[in-house]
């Protein structure tokens, strides 16, 4: 029971251009959550985080938005660079909760 | 302040042997957690540690096992290892693993298992 889904295994943007991750939930218990960034041979990093008492945080050239109605989250990288290209995962967790529970990731690629 | 460390970076192990992952959280970190990622099943949660006490597990079976330190120091095991156990095993701590505790990652274990 996949309880966070990113549907889109992967995503090519150009340099520049706005990059769209998107992240579905399906456990309205979740009442926090973040994206993580992670490369080749690395751990992941945390990225963003968003309470669910907000629709939008955001932190320099990443932006989450949430939207609780359709139990929905995404993050905005505007302008894309090629350092960003990696796998975004998403995650949920919440009040009472002990662990994070991941999607399966998005590998973006930012192209020059 | 250093980092989440995780060794051994790289091991090979064949089917049947066991292995112990060892994992050092950020200094002052209490809780440690562990998820295994393999390709398409993004990152699938192990076990968290807190104060030496196993305080949540996920679905995995009895031949994953762990144990955490009075230094907070954690160790992952995996006995009578199978090929499907070949993954990149990841370690994070946080202060006190509640669920808005940010989580910091060490750079994995990857295993294979031949």
């Known amino acids: 029971d996949q309880q966070v889904k990113q549907n889109s295994p992967s995503l090519s943007v150009q340099e520049g251009r706005i990059s769209i991750l998107n992240c579905d939930y399906t456990?309205?218990?979740?009442?926090?959550f973040l994206w993580y960034k992670k490369y080749p041979a690395e751990g992941p990093t945390f990225l963003i985080s968003?309470?669910?008492?907000?629709d939008k945080n955001e932190d320099g050239r990443f932006t989450v938005f949430l939207n609780k109605s359709a139990k929905h989250l995404s993050l905005h990288i505007v302008p894309s660079q090629p350092g960003d290209s990696a796998v975004y995962f998403c995650?949920?967790?919440?009040?009472?909760?002990?662990?994070?529970?991941f999607g399966t990731g998005t590998r973006l690629l930012v192209s020059p | 302040k250093a980092g989440v460390t995780q060794t051994p970076r790289y091991l090979i192990k064949t089917r049947g042997q066991q292995v112990t992952l060892s994992c050092s959280p950020i200094?002052?970190?209490?809780?440690v957690s562990w998820y295994q990622q393999t390709p398409g099943q993004g990152l699938q949660f192990l076990f968290e540690y807190f104060s030496e006490t196993q305080r949540n597990k996920g679905n995995f079976p009895g031949r994953f096992s762990g144990r955490q330190f009075s230094n907070s120091r954690s160790e992952m095991n995996v006995s009578t290892l199978e090929l499907g156990d070949s993954a990149l095993y990841l370690c994070a701590s946080s202060l006190a693993g509640q669920g808005r505790d940010t989580q910091y990652f060490g750079p994995g274990t990857r295993l294979t298992v031949l």
């Open positions: 200094s002052g970190h209490r809780s």
């Open positions: 995650a949920a967790s919440g009040t009472g909760f002990q662990k994070l529970v």
């Open positions: 968003i309470s669910s008492i907000k």
């Open positions: 456990n309205s218990m979740f009442d926090y």
